[in-house]
C-alpha cells in the first residue's frame, strides 16, 4: 500500500512566523496535493504538483507556497502564518494525475496559529 | 464551476439497516467517482471508485452510477456502530483538473 507521511500531526505557530509543512510519499507517485480541510467548507486544493520541480495553483494558494526538489517529497510554505491558517492540512499522493484511481491521503496535520 | 453536492447529515441509521449516502454534481465531462471514509480527525481513506454506469458491488459496500441524471450514490448493507463516518464524494473529469470533493455527509449508525 502507498504509504503518504506528513511529518507533524499537530502543530502550534506564531501569527507571522515561517512554517513549513512536510509530506513524503514513498510509491514513486508522480502527482501530490495539498488541500486545508475546515468545518463547513471541505476539502479545498492550495496547490498540486505532477512532477519535480512543477507546481500549479489550486483554489487557494493566496498566502502559500510550495516545494517539490525531490519527486517523494512536497512542502507546502506559509510564508508568514496568519490565524485564519489555522486549519487541519491534509498531504494526497495519486499515481494517475487525472486521480483515476484516486487519491492516498497523509494522517494530516492540524495546525493552529496563535 | 465544478460541484459536487451532498447532503450533510446527520443521516441516522439504526443498526443492521441499510445506509443511503447521496451525491450530484454538476460537470457531465465527470468520468470518475469516488467514496471516501472519513473518521473524525482523522484523513480521508478510499472506499470505493465507479467509472461506469450501474452499480459495483465490493462486501457490504454498493456504489451506484447514473451519468444521465449526475448522480452517484453509496449503499452501506447491515450497517455497523463502526461504519459511523463523515463519507465524501469525489469527482474526476479526467483531465487536469484533479479530484473535487463534496463537503461530505456525517453518518451515524445507532446501537
Known amino acids: 500500500d502507498v504509504k503518504?507521511?506528513?511529518?507533524?500531526?499537530?502543530?502550534?505557530?506564531?501569527?507571522g512566523e515561517k512554517v513549513f509543512l512536510e509530506c513524503v510519499q514513498d510509491m514513486d507517485h508522480e502527482n501530490m496535493f495539498w488541500y486545508r480541510q475546515d468545518p463547513g467548507?471541505?476539502?479545498?486544493?492550495?496547490?498540486?504538483s505532477y512532477d519535480v520541480?512543477?507546481?500549479?495553483?489550486?483554489?487557494i494558494p493566496e498566502g502559500y507556497s510550495v516545494s517539490r526538489e525531490k519527486k517523494e517529497r512536497f512542502s507546502l510554505i506559509l510564508e508568514s502564518a496568519s490565524t485564519n491558517q489555522t486549519s487541519m492540512?491534509?498531504?494526497?499522493?495519486?499515481?494517475?494525475?487525472?486521480?483515476?484511481?484516486?487519491?492516498?491521503?497523509?494522517?494530516?496535520?492540524?495546525?493552529?496559529?496563535? | 464551476q465544478k460541484e459536487v453536492e451532498q447532503n450533510s447529515g446527520p443521516l441516522s441509521v439504526p443498526e443492521g439497516a441499510i445506509a443511503s449516502l447521496n451525491c450530484t454534481y454538476s460537470d457531465r465531462g465527470s468520468q470518475?467517482?469516488?467514496?471516501?471514509?472519513?473518521?473524525?480527525?482523522k484523513s480521508p481513506e478510499l472506499i470505493m471508485f465507479i467509472y461506469s454506469n450501474?452499480?459495483?458491488e465490493d462486501g457490504r459496500f454498493t456504489a451506484q452510477l447514473n451519468k444521465a441524471s449526475?448522480?452517484?450514490?453509496?449503499?452501506?448493507?447491515d450497517s455497523q456502530p463502526s461504519d459511523s463516518a463523515t463519507y465524501l464524494c469525489a469527482v474526476n473529469r479526467g483531465g487536469a483538473d484533479g479530484l473535487t470533493f463534496g463537503k461530505g455527509t456525517h453518518l451515524i449508525i445507532q446501537p
Do not use: H, N, P
Open chain 1, 41 to 48: 467548507l471541505g476539502l479545498r486544493l492550495i496547490y498540486f
Open chain 2, 32 to 41: 470518475s467517482f469516488f467514496w471516501y471514509r472519513q473518521y473524525s480527525g
Open chain 1, 53 to 59: 520541480k512543477m507546481k500549479e495553483k489550486g483554489d
Open chain 2, 54 to 56: 450501474g452499480d459495483k
Open chain 1, 4 to 15: 503518504v507521511t506528513q511529518s507533524s500531526r499537530y502543530l502550534v505557530k506564531r501569527t
Open chain 2, 70 to 77: 449526475q448522480y452517484v450514490s453509496l449503499l452501506i448493507r
Open chain 1, 89 to 114: 492540512y491534509l498531504c494526497a499522493s495519486s499515481l494517475s494525475f487525472a486521480g483515476d484511481y484516486g487519491y492516498t491521503f497523509g494522517s494530516g496535520t492540524r495546525l493552529t496559529v496563535v
